[in-house]
């Protein structure tokens, strides 16, 4: 079973950034496709981004222009940079690993974000 743990979630003005990261355990890191999820109070989980094992990446359209997903495979780690945070951005944030193994879920990471 693999492990997920995220971190770097906070506290952050409008307008601020933030850099989440989500270090797999486990050695398929590099044969999955990674991604960040979102869920807000009251609201369904939602795509934030995803990136394959050969580095393509997909944007849900809040995050377009504004967050940017990456991946160090060495490091069995996915990251989520946030940029231009926006209050309807507060969520907890959710790693995703996805393979052929099937899929795994991070913990969670607090964002947010103050008008």
């Known amino acids: 079973q693999v492990q997920l743990v995220e971190s770097g979630g906070a506290l952050v003005q409008a307008g601020g950034s933030l850099r989440l990261s989500c270090v797999a355990s486990?050695?398929?890191?590099?044969?999955?496709?990674m991604g960040w999820y979102r869920q807000a109070p009251g609201k369904l989980r939602e795509l934030v981004a995803t990136?394959?094992?050969?580095?393509?990446?997909n944007y849900a359209d809040p995050a377009k222009g504004r967050f940017t997903i990456s991946r160090d495979n060495a490091k069995n780690t996915v990251y989520l940079q946030m940029n231009s945070l926006k209050p309807e951005d507060t969520a907890v944030y959710y790693c995703n690993l996805r393979s052929a193994l099937g899929s795994s879920w991070g913990q969670g990471t607090q964002v947010t974000v103050s008008s």
């Open positions: 486990g050695n398929i890191f590099r044969i999955s496709t």
């Open positions: 990136i394959t094992s050969g580095g393509n990446t």
